[in-house]
């Protein structure tokens, strides 16, 4: 499918740069897509390093797993094919959790190791399985809980009401990852996106054997070592931490109990939009600080142990460059070419008697591509209609309902050299698809 989308984009863009006499912009836009992703990329290796090694001591102290166990009905569900004690099970989790609480810095190195702990599984290499596939669908149009860029572009242009989009975002995007998920399960179904049913791997191990793993080494999965049970003091210590967090949560959400002024930004702000707020920025910190100690408490070498898994970072963003480069040297070109605004000029004249805003338009064309055209768009329209124009507020719930589907596509199947995606794109589309939808007509219901 990835295929059949790249060579359209790339012959598409010289076809209308022609046209339009824009073939300077197609070859600028290769040479900036190019650049663009060796920036974006290179960009990640620090972050990745850092939530590597924190996830090996998570993996370690056996911490993972335990989560995972938690909630081991709904991911059972979303991936049968995973076995339910399997590392690459928490990392999910912990990928959808940084999604909902906007930790975009955070959800993406979790969701690269979610990845890697999936091919783990994988007995036709180069191929997506249907859990890889499920999970790109989920990512690509995860519930996010507050969309902080858009309230902030809108807080910015002056708007009085900026967290007005926070439950129409909530529902929109609610669409969108329903849709996605129930699109995905559909077409693995179907015989053209099928794959030929591998040989069945020992039931014993759960996973593939050694030779069937990228590099021939099992290195990818961690199992955990016998630990040491956690001593008395140190559990004091966790319950303090925690303690000291749940304070630090409370004081945040409701300063006045602590004789504290409200924060003057956060104005107006429901209790649930204080609270969002509060984990957002309370959740990194706790889990740089519970993760280590906890693995302490088990016994762990935890400088040690970091230092191992933020070895691995470098290694997974090699992998992702070529990727990388590939889809944002396209969609790059495609732009360049005027595409967008042609697609877009096509396009009115139908979408006009469904009562489509057509300022939404472009925005709505270029979001699966590129997240900072679209932000880009986001603020022109604002600035063009203003903060408290309907469409204003319908393109900031756009924007943080969807996701950039064929970017998140690149990096995380990039990440394990995946090339045959089979039908994840299809249903990461879907979901923008029913995001953007929903977002006009729950914006026109509830904002009007």
Request: net charge positive; proline share 6%; aromatic share 8%.
């Amino acid at each position: 499918m990835l295929n059949y989308i790249w060579l359209a984009l790339v012959m598409l863009a010289v076809a209308i740069g022609g046209w339009n006499d824009k073939l300077k912009d197609v070859t600028d836009g290769a040479f900036d897509g190019a650049k663009t992703a060796v920036t974006i990329a290179l960009g990640l290796i620090g972050i990745m390093a850092m939530w590597l090694g924190l996830m090996r001591l998570a993996e370690r102290a056996g911490l993972i797993q335990r989560i995972a166990r938690l909630l081991r009905p709904i991911m059972r569900r979303l991936f049968p094919e995973v076995p339910p004690e399997h590392p690459a099970m928490g990392s999910m989790l912990m990928n959808m959790a940084a999604n909902m609480l906007g930790l975009g810095n955070a959800a993406t190195p979790l969701g690269l190791r979610a990845m890697r702990d999936l091919e783990t599984l994988n007995r036709h290499h180069g191929t997506a399985t249907n859990a890889m596939c499920t999970f790109l669908a989920v990512n690509t149009s995860s519930v996010q809980l507050i969309p902080t860029t858009a309230i902030a572009i809108l807080a910015a242009a002056g708007s009085t009401r900026p967290t007005a989009i926070v439950g129409t975002a909530l529902l929109a995007t609610l669409c969108a990852a329903t849709t996605a998920i129930l699109t995905v399960k559909v077409l693995e179904k179907l015989p053209f996106f099928r794959v030929q049913r591998p040989d069945v791997p020992d039931a014993t191990s759960g996973q593939a054997d050694d030779s069937t793993l990228p590099g021939g080494s099992a290195e990818e999965v961690v199992v955990p070592a016998p630990l040491a049970r956690p001593a008395l003091w140190t559990r004091a210590l966790l319950l303090l931490l925690t303690l000291f967090f749940v304070v630090l949560f409370l004081r945040m959400v409701f300063p006045t109990l602590f004789g504290l002024l409200p924060d003057p930004n956060g104005t107006g702000q429901s209790i649930f939009v204080r609270s969002v707020n509060a984990l957002s920025i309370l959740a990194i910190p706790f889990l740089l600080s519970f993760f280590p100690l906890y693995g302490f408490s088990r016994g762990l070498k935890v400088y040690e142990e970091f230092v191992e898994g933020a070895k691995e970072g470098f290694g997974v963003i090699l992998k992702i460059i070529p990727f990388l480069v590939t889809m944002l040297v396209a969609i790059n070109m495609f732009k360049g070419a005027g595409g967008i605004d042609m697609l877009t000029r096509a396009l009115a004249p139908i979408l006009a008697p469904l009562h489509f805003p057509p300022d939404l338009l472009p925005l709505a064309l270029m979001r699966p591509l590129s997240g900072g055209a679209t932000l880009a768009i986001l603020t022109d329209v604002v600035k063009r209609l203003g903060p408290e124009n309907i469409v204003s507020l319908t393109a900031a719930t756009i924007y943080g309902s969807t996701e950039t589907t064929f970017y998140v596509a690149a990096v995380y199947f990039g990440s394990v050299g995946v090339k045959q995606t089979r039908h994840a794109i299809p249903a990461g589309l879907l979901g923008d698809l029913a995001g953007v939808i929903a977002s006009v007509v729950i914006c026109r219901a509830v904002l009007a």
